[in-house]
């Protein structure tokens, strides 16, 4: 659901937030959702102006009952540590804002009985921390695969970071199960663990097109180097483009010698040929389909 634009920026609710915000203002915590989400907004505005400085394009924000998603459209991926430093942006803007308050707090009398401002408090830090769980589509869940992706490759480092994440989710929700027995009921943490472990489950799709798309724009980065180093692989002519595409690297390009059976050669090509022949067939196409037809 489209809401505003602000700076170019289209900023939606997911309806799911629709509904929450409706059934909260009904129990009277509108004025405490409100306060919530207009932190998650501006937590998520942080990532965006990280990302312009950076030089990428910012697309849209979108709110969800449990956090929001900063649409960046350029290839984030291309670079890990800039990837860190977006994601990193937003927590550690949160923890600089209840820095700040807590400094207030401390020496000015009036607002220590203001429940608002120390829920205002409250809000960032558990924003600041939730985000830093290892968990995609989080904040630390994209620091990890960042940190895992120059021993690992993009697509492999994403793998193992939405494992890390749906194991997350699941350690989540027994913690729930256990404050149920001890005769606490936490609602939102079931919430949160199921959140987290479908919306992980998600980002392996996403991931797929992020990096296809990444790759494509490669062609622009040697241009403007001027150089790039030239990685050959070998493959067998049924083998699908996904299996290819997990060694491929971002900061190099690639040629691919194609194989039978036998070990003899029936044809190479190189890395563009794929990308191309992926976004027409999709990944699981075999090698062969890149070769030209005879």
């Known amino acids: 659901m489209k809401i505003i634009r602000l700076g170019g920026v289209t900023v939606s609710f997911h309806w799911v937030f ?10 009277g915590y509108l004025e405490e959702t409100a306060m919530l989400f207009g932190l998650v907004l ?21 709110l969800f009952p449990f956090g929001g998603v900063a649409r960046i459209e350029d290839a984030l991926e291309l670079d890990p540590q800039v990837e860190s430093n977006v994601a990193m942006a937003g927590p550690l803007f949160n923890f600089l804002l209840a820095a700040l308050c807590l400094v207030f707090y401390a020496n000015i009398p009036a607002w220590q009985t203001s429940e608002a401002f120390l829920f205002f408090i409250r809000c960032n830090l558990v924003l600041g921390f939730f985000n830093l769980l290892p968990a995609l589509p989080l904040d630390g869940g994209r620091i990890l695969r960042a940190r895992l ?7 492999q480092a994403t793998e193992l970071a939405i494992r890390i994440s749906q194991l997350t989710a699941l350690l989540m929700f027994l913690l729930g199960l256990f404050f149920i027995y001890t005769g606490h009921l936490h609602l939102t943490l079931f919430a949160a663990a199921f959140f987290l472990f479908f919306a992980a489950s998600r980002e392996r799709t996403a991931a797929i097109y992020a990096f296809i798309r990444s790759l494509s724009t490669k062609k622009n980065v040697f241009l403007s180097q001027g150089v790039m180093p030239v990685v050959t692989l070998m493959a067998l002519e049924e083998t699908p483009l996904r299996e290819v595409l997990r060694y491929f690297a971002m900061k190099k390009f690639h040629r691919v010698v194609i194989v039978n059976r036998q070990g003899r050669v029936v044809g190479e090509v190189m890395e563009n040929d794929i990308i191309d022949t992926v976004m027409k067939k999709g990944v699981h196409a075999t090698v062969r389909t890149v070769l030209p037809r005879r």
């Open 42 to 62: 501006a937590h998520e505005f942080v990532h965006l102006l990280v990302a312009r400085a950076h030089g990428l394009e910012v697309g849209a924000v979108e």
């Open 18 to 27: 629709v509904i929450v915000l409706f059934f909260l203002a009904l129990y």
């Open 149 to 155: 992706t120059s021993p690992l490759g993009f697509r």
